[in-house]
């Protein structure tokens, strides 16, 4: 416990004005329930509260990459929101446009002409699909737990989730009785794992259910197990079976209608499996064969496979970015506390290790090493029949930046589902591409679902964009780049840059003008321009974010034909083009222009940054482009001054703009934003509302800021700000297969450890100095801060 003299030591630090609020904020969540004074706080990979979540932004997410709940820790009710990643409603449609291919050459010359609302409505009319099945995520339903009345009386709460073993608990006291409950998602076991104890015997009396929006599933209890069924989406979407089988120790278990009552029992386990024939697997079979297996185990047994499991990916990756004296307090009072001025490096060390933690339990290959679908706008985690967006898989950013951190922070293998989803996309990206434009190629625009459609539907403004294949497919090459691993570049890889590839070079036309090559009709995504008679358009020829990813693609498809040895013609193809590709244009005030044009902008602090590509997750604009460097700053200075980043992923791109500038104190200036405006109580980024791409892109911000490997060079402590002096990172990852380790004291370097898995040369820059490193497979080497190796 901390004393009171280090708390009121604690909240003046921060100054008086913002003393009782604090000291409310921090005792409302006492005097809900309790204050757990029995209770160690000092883990720093511990998320805790002294009160139940009050709403689903308060809960605590536990999943194992495909099956998942939101732990309410409610008293004298348990709520358990429970998700499986291929819960959608849908089917697969076709909603190609049929006049749109032989409306292209006509939008291109109206938007050659400067016609472009002419081009916009013709576009609309003529290219946008009419996307007739409604399709969307949806929650699994929930599993109830309800005790008896005397547990409003609870004491001593806490509730909270260990980030270190990927275990959820709700602790407290009623009279003399000590409750636990535990709730972990297993991967091995595929299951999700509840254990209810008590300090005395005969103490825990419980009620569950299994229930679902909606009133169109139904459930059934047989012996201990309950059993819940629906065709979800009226006939449209899949079939889902949830399994909920209660093993009590001690104690009486008896039927009332749908719901299954312990009474008197020392102790219980829950297991509930769940499944859907999303994948062409009978669900009842799956579900029922994982509950048979998972409950002839021990929970000790289960659990033990669980932390196991995880901790093989999560223990990767240690940081320490300081000490702080708020460990002591409540995740949300800390959190309220930053918001209110207070510096807590360790929340932040939290926030980032949190960040993995949703990755590793959001995005796993498939039981056995089989399929898997992709952590969406929500991870797996939403609730209701209708999530915001449908909680679906927008791929002109969000899903993108889901997996910047998979590489980085040693988490290759939790790529595989977006990876395997680009190849699912490939037939009816081939489709679309032929149907809609009549070229050959995988073309996809701004958004898809677990049914694979590729067309555009909805508004030119943000849908006329036919990038997102192209953007996607920057993923398996830099898979690539870190793992050097040619089996997935052959077998997977490359035949996804290579049609996506295809596309572009067909897609591109020849400027009347300038002679140069441009994309489109396409958009800079979801920003409008005004054109000099005062109208608002979106749609022109060529712009830059369209040329940077196609520069990207290109680049990094010739890279990869010349190392797998193929496709010559295609390489000479290539090569001639990137000659011809309009170049990045810097604007009369200094920006990187975002259109042909120097257009108004509506919306000069618009979300979406898009002409700074190059600079993130590109690299075309680096330190040796000092030109466009310059301007790349001047862009987003002037995007941040006119109220750019009041999207939480907006904000967590902007911190990996300027850890890519080198600028330290920017990029802490906006990762402290990102949790003042944009983080909710559990330490989910909102938009609002919750969407976890901020949480994907923040960890891959933060990583940046200490090592950065685009630019041919390991670049150690880029972007290290004041307000880290000291601490360490162990286990981050750069390209060409290197595990690094540094730290740093004084805001110095004072030791760094390279591990070598291929054994290549590697150039290290440290600030100015710079020298090349000879390394051999598999072997450490040890430098000091002058970048000298210790023997």
């Known amino acids: 416990m901390m004393s009171p003299t280090q708390f009121f030591r604690f909240l003046f630090r921060f100054g008086t004005a913002h003393i009782w609020l604090c000291f409310a904020a921090f005792f409302i969540g006492l005097n809900t329930v309790g204050y757990a004074q029995d209770t160690t706080r000092t883990n720093d990979l511990m998320m805790w509260f002294t009160h139940p979540a009050r709403h689903w932004n308060e809960a605590l997410p536990v999943g194992n990459g495909r099956l998942g709940a939101m732990v309410f820790g409610g008293l004298p009710t348990e709520r358990l929101q429970l998700n499986e990643e291929s819960v959608w409603v849908g089917k697969p449609a076709d909603f190609v446009n049929p006049a749109a291919r032989a409306a292209l050459p006509q939008v291109r010359q109206l938007l050659f002409a400067g016609k472009y609302a002419e081009a916009q409505a013709l576009a609309q009319e003529k290219m946008m699909g009419d996307k007739q099945v409604w399709s969307t995520y949806q929650t699994l339903g929930d599993l109830t737990l309800m005790f008896d009345s005397l547990h409003q009386q609870a004491t001593d709460y806490q509730r909270e989730i260990d980030l270190e073993t990927a275990t959820a608990r709700v602790r407290y006291r009623v009279g003399r009785v000590r409750y636990t409950r535990e709730i972990f998602a297993s991967a091995p076991d595929q299951a999700l794992v509840v254990r209810l104890t008590a300090d005395q015997p005969g103490a825990l009396t419980v009620g569950v259910t299994l229930s679902r929006p909606g009133n169109q599933a139904t459930c059934r209890v047989e012996n201990q197990t309950l059993t819940l069924r629906e065709h979800i989406g009226g006939g449209t979407g899949v079939h889902l079976v949830t399994r909920a089988q209660l093993l009590p120790e001690g104690g009486t278990i008896r039927t009332q209608g749908q719901q299954v009552q312990v009474d008197s029992a020392n102790a219980i386990t829950l297991i509930l499996t769940a499944a859907t024939d999303y994948w062409g697997n009978d669900p009842e079979v799956t579900t029922d064969r994982q509950l048979v297996a998972a409950a002839q185990k021990t929970f000790t047994t289960l659990q033990e496979a669980h932390i196991t499991d995880y901790q093989h990916y999560f223990k990767r990756v240690a940081l320490d970015l300081g000490t702080s004296e708020a460990t002591y307090f409540p995740t949300d009072a800390r959190l309220l506390a930053l918001q209110r001025g207070n510096a807590d490096p360790a929340l932040l060390a939290l926030y980032y290790q949190f960040g993995r933690y949703l990755l590793i339990s959001s995005s796993r290959p498939g039981p056995d090493g089989g399929a898997a679908l992709p952590a969406n706008l929500q991870g797996i985690w939403a609730d209701g029949l209708t999530p915001p967006w449908s909680a679906d898989y927008h791929i002109n950013i969000n899903i993108q930046m889901n997996y910047w951190p998979a590489e980085v922070t040693n988490l290759p293998e939790l790529h595989a589902p977006f990876l395997d989803f680009l190849d699912r996309l490939r037939p009816d990206a081939r489709k679309t591409a032929r149907d809609m434009y009549g070229i050959a190629g995988t073309v996809a625009h701004f958004t898809t679902d677990p049914w694979l459609f590729t067309e555009p539907y909805g508004q030119t403004q943000w849908a006329m964009w036919p990038m997102g294949m192209a953007w996607c497919a920057q993923h398996p090459w830099e898979h690539y780049l870190f793992t050097e691993d040619q089996a997935f570049l052959r077998e997977k890889g490359y035949p996804v840059m290579k049609e996506a590839a295809e596309f572009c ?287």
């Open 505 to 791: 070079l067909n897609w591109l036309v020849e400027h009347p003008t300038t002679h140069q090559l441009v994309s489109g009709p396409s958009i800079s995504p979801e920003n409008t321009f005004r054109t000099q008679d005062g109208a608002i358009a979106t749609m022109v020829m060529g712009p830059t974010m369209d040329h940077m990813i196609i520069r990207d693609l290109l680049e990094n498809t010739r890279q990869a034909a010349q190392i797998l040895k193929t496709d010559r013609a295609l390489q000479r193809r290539i090569e001639k083009t990137l000659a011809r590709l309009a170049p990045t244009q810097i604007g009369s005030d200094g920006r990187i222009m975002e259109w042909t044009e120097e257009f108004d902008e509506p919306e000069p602090g618009h979300r979406h940054i898009s002409q700074l590509f190059g600079l993130h997750p590109g690299h075309q604009i680096t330190r040796q482009t000092p030109e466009l460097f310059a301007a790349a700053r001047k862009t987003i200075d002037y995007r941040l001054s006119h109220g750019g980043g009041h999207t939480g992923w907006s904000r967590a791109w902007i911190i990996n703009f300027f850890a890519r500038l080198h600028d330290g104190e920017a990029a802490y200036e906006n990762l402290i934003a990102l949790l003042r405006k944009s983080t909710l109580p559990n330490l989910f980024d909102t938009h609002p509302p919750f969407q976890i791409d901020g949480n994907f892109g923040a960890t891959a911000g933060i990583t940046e800021m200490l090592l950065q490997s685009h630019a041919g060079e390991l670049h150690l402590l880029p972007a290290l700000p004041q307000a880290w002096p000291q601490g360490h990172i162990r286990g981050i990852c750069a390209r060409g297969g290197f595990e690094i380790e540094l730290e740093w004291e004084d805001g110095q370097l004072r030791q760094a450890t390279v591990l070598s898995k291929l054994g290549h040369a590697c150039q290290l820059r440290y600030g100015d100095r710079v020298v090349t490193l000879a390394t051999q497979p598999n072997q450490r080497y040890v430098l000091d801060g002058a970048l000298r190796l210790v023997p």
